[in-house]
């Protein structure tokens, strides 16, 4: 009986393009998608994939700059993953941690995890996505200033423009107003101020003034509504799906300043940043930050399987295990075995081939060398990397510092080329961004700046 499931085929039924396409329309509402605009135009059907090259029902080779959704870490193909998986499913496909039980991959995991993030943190809580990490640390920062007698500490800030998932709570933490304009959002208690992005919002200033001054505007913030009522301040150390705005490196240092000047709990969404992304195992390492909460998914897995979770420092893990009793949360999936064997191989892996290293030491530097070469184009107003993260921000006038008018969508126009040409880029607005796996070499980046300019002269 164990065979049966190892006999079906990997792909469910091979099928034309054009029957794909028409099914597809016909029944998957895809998310952040104009159904009707979509159904229109067609899917590009996604077959299989193999390190960092996606192939699609057409046989077209891709070279995937975003990881899919920067969560394969690792690339695609990796057995030692997949092996972990099937080892696991024939073992204990599910099993819950709800009533007292426990089971051996999430107990490894929680162990390895308090080894890789730095050394404040001994304790996570497992959800299944970066979200419902984000809605775990809405309630457990609430509760445990409830615990500790402050239950008016209640506000959470965060900045527009970041992105914190899409479930209530989460995209209420974002800053995303086409999310906060439908569904009624954000949720009480949660205010937002500006984000560091110094090319709109620097004028006169060096990069560095700047950051200070945008670290200003969280105690300006701090200030308005009474430190007491303040909760925590979250934010992503770099912001991913806002346009990989790396802040200057003056303001990470300055928001721990003003967080711990006011005793406000500091929460690092390391959903995209972590797990080698910036070129340390976490953005918070790479930014100089302390914080007391970090959210994980994506990269913890390398998207193989869905898992997240939240590491709880010590100084909350101290209250909420010995005066807070019961914390009335939780998922069914919630150290589910198989995604937390996943995870656990995948993070030996990145510590065997030692990938935060070749990222640290060796691609990310050529990366930002290569995309520095980029500034001479007349269309680049800004080129911005960490680790491997990359930006190139399209403008109208890079003398004039003038920005394209958005009805012309330049940023889509650039990517309809990049999909055209066999390389997935995405556009935020006139940032083209990448994310490449972090096992790419420098001959694949080469590779990929050879398509990045051609897109770039094409979009001219
Ligand atoms: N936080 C950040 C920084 C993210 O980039 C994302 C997803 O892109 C999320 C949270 C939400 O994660 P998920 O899509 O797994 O719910």
């Known amino acids: 009986h ?13 099928r034309s393009t054009r029957e794909w396409q028409q ?6 509402l895809h998310p952040f998608t104009d159904f009707a605009g979509l159904a229109k135009k067609g899917s590009r059907i996604i077959t299989k994939a193999d390190n960092i090259y996606l192939w699609d029902s057409d046989g077209h080779k891709i070279l995937d700059a975003m990881s899919g959704l920067w969560c394969v870490n690792v690339g695609y ?8 998986a099937t080892r696991q499913m024939k073992e204990l496909p599910f099993y819950n941690a709800f009533f007292q039980t426990s089971t051996p991959p999430a107990i490894e995991l929680a162990e390895l995890l308090s080894k890789v993030t730095p050394p404040q943190f001994k304790h996570v809580f497992f959800t299944g996505s970066g979200s419902e990490g ?8 609430r509760r445990y200033w409830d615990i500790l007698g402050q239950p008016e500490r209640q506000v959470i800030i965060s900045r527009h423009n970041g992105y914190h998932g899409s479930t209530m709570a989460g995209a209420s933490l974002g800053g995303m107003s086409g999310m906060h304009a439908q569904g009624g959002l954000p949720i009480p208690n949660i205010t937002h101020i500006d984000q560091p992005y110094w090319w709109e919002n620097g004028a006169g ?16 913030r701090i200030l308005s509504i009474g430190p007491e009522k303040v909760a925590a301040f979250i934010g992503e150390p770099v912001q991913g799906a806002g346009g990989v705005i790396v802040p200057p490196a003056t303001y990470w240092p300055e928001i721990q300043r003003i967080c711990d000047k006011y005793g406000i709990l500091l929460v690092s969404d390391e959903v995209i940043c ?4 910036t070129g340390q195992w976490f953005g918070c390492e790479t930014m100089g930050t302390k914080p007391d909460l970090m959210t994980f998914a994506k990269g913890v897995t390398s998207g193989y399987i869905p898992l997240g979770g939240v590491m709880v420092g010590e100084r909350m893990a101290k209250v909420l295990i010995e005066q807070g009793g019961e914390f009335n949360h939780g998922f069914t999936y919630s150290g589910h075995p198989v995604a937390c064997a996943v995870a656990l191989a995948n993070i030996r892996l990145i510590q065997q081939q030692k990938l935060v290293e070749h990222v640290h030491d060796d691609v990310g530097p050529y990366l930002a060398q290569q995309f520095a070469s980029l500034n001479d184009h007349p269309l680049v107003g800004e080129t911005q990397t960490c680790g491997l993260m990359g930006a190139v921000l399209l403008v109208k006038d890079k003398a004039k510092h003038q920005a394209f008018p958005s009805d012309l969508e330049v940023g889509m126009v650039c990517r309809g080329h990049c999909f055209g040409n066999g390389l997935i880029m995405r556009a935020v607005g006139d940032r ?22 051609r897109c770039l002269d094409l979009t001219l």
Do not use: C, Y
């Not at 099914?23 to 998957?28: G, L, N, Q, W, Y």
């Open 205 to 220: 200033m060096s990069r560095d003034e700047f950051g200070k001054v945008a670290a200003s505007w969280l105690e300006e």
């Open 77 to 84: 193909g990796q057995a030692s993953l997949v092996d972990a």
């Open 23 to 28: 099914a597809d329309a016909e029944h998957f």
């Open 274 to 277: 972590g797990f080698g992304r």
């Open 2 to 14: 164990n065979n049966i499931v190892l006999q079906a085929p990997a792909v469910a039924s091979q």
């Open 432 to 453: 083209m961004i990448i994310a490449p796996p972090l096992v790419i070499t420098r001959a694949q980046i080469d590779e990929m700046m050879v398509l990045i300019r």
């Open 134 to 141: 984000n809605d775990t640390v809405v309630r457990m920062v």
